[in-house]
Nanobody, 123 residues
Framework: QVRLVESGGGLVQAGGSLRLSCVAS????????MAWFRQTPGKEREFVSR????????GYSDSVKGRFTISRDNAKNTVSLQMDVLKPGDRADYYC????????????????WGQGTQVTVSS
């Protein structure tokens, strides 16, 4: 059984930082691209960042580029999202996802999802 478990969400002031982590089990982690998405009530889920299985290729949405950094540790089956200079608009539930293709995962080509972790940014 595949499980993706996110952690690290919380309340932070605008301009602050948070680090999200997602631990995967039940799959060959290095064979999967990983991504972070976010969603706020009443809106569609939005792509945030992706990283290839080897960790050599990463990508970001324009809204977070330069502020967020994705990384992975294949020895620990973990993908992380370092979020700096947080803005109130970053407030959302953040989800990690696994997919076979790092080219398709940003467009929703995902096989597995985590349960989400909430990020709140106060102004």
């Amino acid at each position: 059984q595949v499980r993706l478990v996110e952690s690290g969400g919380g309340l932070v002031q605008a301009g602050g930082s948070l680090r999200l982590s997602c631990v995967a089990s039940g799959l060959t982690f290095r064979s999967y691209a990983m991504a972070w998405f976010r969603q706020t009530p009443g809106k569609e889920r939005e792509f945030v960042s992706r990283i290839s299985g080897s960790g050599g290729i990463s990508g970001y949405s324009d809204s977070v580029k330069g502020r967020f950094t994705i990384s992975r540790d294949n020895a620990k089956n973990t993908v992380s999202l370092q979020m700096d200079v947080l803005k109130p608009g970053d407030r959302a539930d953040y989800y990690c996802a696994a997919g076979r293709s790092d080219h398709q995962i940003a467009a929703g080509g995902t096989d597995y999802w985590g349960q989400g972790t909430q990020v709140t940014v106060s102004s």
